[in-house]
């Protein structure tokens, strides 16, 4: 794990890469979320499911800033505080959970895949992202992904088995990084095979950029095992009061 002054801009750009993903999911929703200035950014109508009202870019950023504007009147409302330094609990939050952002360095060597190892692709339109959703986070999982996020900056992973998905992931690139999120494996596959899968996608779309995101338990140490270095905590907020 990094513990020197280098840890502080690889985590500002892995925080600025994660909230970069979230305003893509927010505007495919309908949404307008916002930056105020270079070290927050926000929405003040509810976001999507699993997605955060607002995300601290900057360890300086007062909770005051952050509370002002987001809706904390209805239900669900949270703050992903990027440093991991924000006191939210005298204004009605609870922690959610704590996590780790993580950092790879581009042109990495990925471990290379088994020959018997989910074949991977890119989802290319509205019915293979349903498909993928569903493996994602079952059947009753539908809708949280847009197909106006399909392309572009986003990538939408699969790695199929037998003709099913059994692996993926999301890769968004922006503020100079490719930030990989939602990684999952079922059915037989495991995480350092989704690992070595989506990386390997990864690189032959964007070798030039490192990877980041965030973990936490089991899924840091597999992010670890598969080159990933730990920059710096993260904490998310929910609003319970």
């Known amino acids: 794990m990094i ?3 280098t840890s502080t801009p690889l985590r500002r750009l892995a925080a600025l890469n994660n909230a970069g993903w979230c305003d893509a999911v927010c505007r495919a929703h309908g949404l307008s979320p916002r930056y105020e200035g270079e070290d927050l950014w926000l929405s003040t109508v509810r976001t999507p499911p699993l997605y ?3 995300v601290t870019l900057d360890a300086s950023v007062p909770a005051e800033s952050v ?5 904390t009147g209805s239900p669900g409302c949270s703050v992903k505080d990027g440093f991991a330094v924000l006191d939210l609990s005298q204004d009605g939050f609870e922690v959610l959970f704590e996590a780790q952002w993580i950092h790879r360095p581009a042109g990495a060597p990925v471990t290379a895949a088994a020959r018997s190892a989910p074949q991977w692709s890119q ?11 569903a493996a994602w986070g079952g059947e009753g999982a539908t809708g949280l992904f847009r197909p106006s996020l399909l392309g572009g900056d986003t990538a939408f992973l699969a790695g199929r088995a037998g003709g099913r998905i059994v692996a993926g992931a999301v890769a ?11 990684l999952f494996a079922r059915d037989g596959a495991g995480a350092d095979e989704a690992w070595s899968g989506a990386l390997t996608a990864v690189a032959a779309r964007r070798p030039d950029l490192p990877v980041v995101g965030y973990e936490h338990g089991e899924d840091l140490d597999a992010a670890l095992r598969n080159g990933f270095t730990a920059v710096g905590p993260l904490r998310v907020w929910l609003h319970t009061a």
Not at 172 to 182: D, F, K, L, Q, Y
């Open 3 to 5: 513990t020197d002054g």
């Open 52 to 54: 955060p009202d607002a």
């Open 67 to 71: 509370l002002r504007s987001v809706d």
């Open 123 to 133: 989802v290319r339109d509205a019915a293979e992202l349903a498909a993928w959703e």
């Open 172 to 182: 968004h690139t922006c503020a100079g990084a490719v930030g990989v999120s939602n």
